[in-house]
């Protein structure tokens, strides 16, 4: 079994910042991909960026120039780093990671989610 720990979540003003956390453990070889999704009641989950093994990223357009991932390859944790947040970055956020297991399977696994709310 992973575990996925997120935290950093909270309420902010417009125009302020936060960074998010999710750190894995658990039975991992390796992860494969590590990436941060939202969702508002009544939309579907949305991808907001991930960040595969090589160090490649990729951002949703509405979050571009303002939205940094990383990862710590150590700690098994990814990052998210939220600038110039606006009310429409009000959202839970939910970690998702890609793993191979000790027995070689591959899974993705999924956060708890953290609450995101900008308040304009």
């Known amino acids: 079994q992973v575990q996925l720990v997120e935290s950093g979540g909270g309420l902010v003003q417009a125009g302020g910042s936060l960074r998010l956390s999710c750190a894995a453990s658990?039975?991992?070889?390796?992860?494969?991909?590590m990436g941060w999704y939202r969702q508002t009641p009544g939309k579907q989950r949305e991808l907001v960026a991930n960040?595969?093994?090589?160090?490649?990223?990729n951002y949703a357009d509405s979050v571009k120039g303002r939205f940094t991932i990383s990862r710590d390859n150590a700690k098994n944790t990814v990052y998210l780093q939220m600038n110039s947040l606006n009310a429409e970055d009000t959202a839970v956020y939910y970690c998702k990671v890609h793993v191979t297991t000790l027995s070689f399977y591959k899974y993705d696994y999924w956060g708890q989610g953290t609450q995101v709310t900008v308040s304009s």
């Open positions: 960040i595969i093994s090589g160090g490649n990223t």
């Open positions: 658990g039975s991992i070889f390796s992860i494969n991909a």
